[in-house]
């Protein structure tokens, strides 16, 4: 029989999910509990399960040459860029194999260096991170930025002027890192995903900010197939993430 956690007993709060703001921030600024004596009397339960829930999260040479490749393109593609959709990258590979959890390292890591390079800016929101809905539609996506930012959305709004809305207030906050999860989900074959992702090529074109997808496998997806995967294949560069390896003696010296 599984009985139900009471998190309040314990004092645990569940965490809110990254793909909001408040729980985003949380996560950028959390940090690591550090493993105590197995020993350790003074260690309760309830905080080695709280340790035991959330692991350490490793610097793993993908996200090593991510960063990197990141930084070039906010550097010197994005800086004088006036028109048209922004060059990106997408992290492809293999299910779980880390694309997410590299995406917010590199999320978390541009963070902390903006907060570092202005301080005292509270308002400011330099990166975004969300994940595409399963069949999504423009307004879903829409609604998922939206979320993320904290925008109340009426059901008088259309989808237009959500975009508009959501696209002022991104330049006003100065993000300057969009991350999207999980584009593998858009499935351009069918025409919700396929008007999806001219959404997501408008928002390059809307927001000064460098774009960063996850997907499996975008190399053989429909994402980029067709005259619209042509347009997302001539503006991202395509980063392989590979499994971590651990066979060798030289994988683990890595
Ligand atoms: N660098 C890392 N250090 C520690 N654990 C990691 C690391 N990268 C990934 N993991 C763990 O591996 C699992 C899968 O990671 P993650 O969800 O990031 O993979 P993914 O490629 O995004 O998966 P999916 O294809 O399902 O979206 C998670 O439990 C995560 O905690
Ligand atoms: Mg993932």
New binding site residues.
Partial sequence: MVSPVSTGAVGFAPLAPPTVWQGWDAFVHRAPASARDVTDGAWSQAEREDYHSE??????PA?GSVFTAVRRLLLLLNRRQQAGARSGLIIS?P????????MMALGRSFQLADARQRPGQAERRPVLFISVPPTATPKMLVSEFARFLGMPITDRLNQTQITGAVCDLLCELGTQLVLI??VHLLDTQRRAGAETSDQLKHFGERIPATFVY?A?DVETSSLLSGVRGAQIAGRFKIFR?RP?AYATEQDRSV
């Fill in positions: 692991l350490a999260v490793m610097r793993t996200m590979g299910a779980t194999t880390g694309k997410t959890t590299t999860d999980d996850s499996i993430h971590l």
